[in-house]
């Protein structure tokens, strides 16, 4: 089975200091925590999750040299360079190269709605235009578009487009496609880690995973060594962290349950705003509960 980028990867928050810029020793501090104690295989940096549509250019250069030069040696870095200019999406898929990521991922174009043949079209031509790796993220409810199954069977011959970060939610259509191809498939939404498992996915981009890593990680490999039983309980018990997470916006509840457990992942940057203390305290009610 195709497995590139490891099984366990987290979307981490991007830290800002109170001063809304960038905090590159708690990324990295961040970064060694999620490899080091919640076991993640490899860390997508400048995604959704990471605020990634407010970060400029530089900052994003400057945080994925810092997460690398921290943790690099022992987790692949996957950089998040999709928007919905092709040729911006270039420019920072050739600085990710440059920086020393380990792979790309690269939505889907949102807002403007391009047809399937241009869908392909972009993501061929940015695959074309580095040596790294290619995980198509295909999210069509932030996209507003769906990358369709005979599209993703097209895409997958290419030789650098390894893997999709499937939030679509429609294991089915994602069946088909591992079938057709040797996409690696990872579930983009954490409760749907197992469920695609089921029918050949090979592991999760969580959010969740910033507190439930340890665990989603061992659900995984009760799977993988048949203890199927066991992994739907493991799953069971997560449940509540795997959905909450998304009781609004992901990293708003992230960074809230990081400040609560000691890290200092400051503020959001609108137009985010910081989960209120209600939200905030509703999810770490469920992170305790779950034993985390």
């Not at 987790?75 to 920086?99: C, S, Y």
């Not at 969740?208 to 799953?235: P, W």
């Amino acid at each position: 089975m195709n497995v590139p980028f490891g099984r366990l990867l987290t979307a981490q928050v991007t830290p800002f200091h109170d001063d809304g810029s960038l905090n590159l020793d708690e990324a990295r501090r961040l970064a060694a925590h999620l490899v080091d104690v919640q076991g993640n295989d490899a860390l997508v940096i400048n995604g959704t999750t990471g605020e990634a549509p407010t970060t400029s250019d530089a900052e994003k250069s400057a945080l994925l040299e810092a997460v690398i030069a921290e943790v690099g040696d022992r987790a692949k870095i996957v950089a998040g360079v999709g928007t919905f200019n092709t040729a911006h999406t270039m420019e920072l898929a050739k600085q990710a190269e440059q920086a020393g990521a380990a792979g790309l991922l690269v939505v889907t174009p949102y807002y403007s709605r391009p047809p399937q043949d241009a869908v392909a079209d972009h993501f061929v031509t940015v695959a074309d235009a580095t040596t790294l790796p290619i995980m198509i993220y295909d999210i069509p409810h932030r996209s507003g578009i769906a990358v369709e199954t005979p599209t993703l069977i097209q895409l997958g011959a290419h030789p650098q487009i390894v893997a999709v970060k499937d939030a679509k939610g429609q294991p089915v259509a994602s069946s088909q496609v591992m079938k057709a191809t040797g996409l690696a498939y990872y579930a983009g939404d954490d409760g749907m880690t197992l469920p695609l498992m089921a029918v050949g996915g090979v592991g999760v981009v969580g959010t969740s995973t910033h507190f439930t890593g340890r665990g989603t990680k061992a659900m995984i490999q009760s799977f993988l060594d048949g203890d199927v039983a066991g992994a739907a309980q493991q799953h069971a018990e997560l449940l509540p962290v795997f959905t909450g997470v998304f009781a609004t916006q992901g990293a708003m509840l992230v960074k809230a349950g990081l400040a609560a457990r000691g890290f200092a992942p400051g503020p959001m940057r609108k137009p985010l705003l910081n989960a209120s203390a209600e939200q905030a305290a509703t999810f770490v009610a469920l992170l305790e509960a779950a034993g985390l």
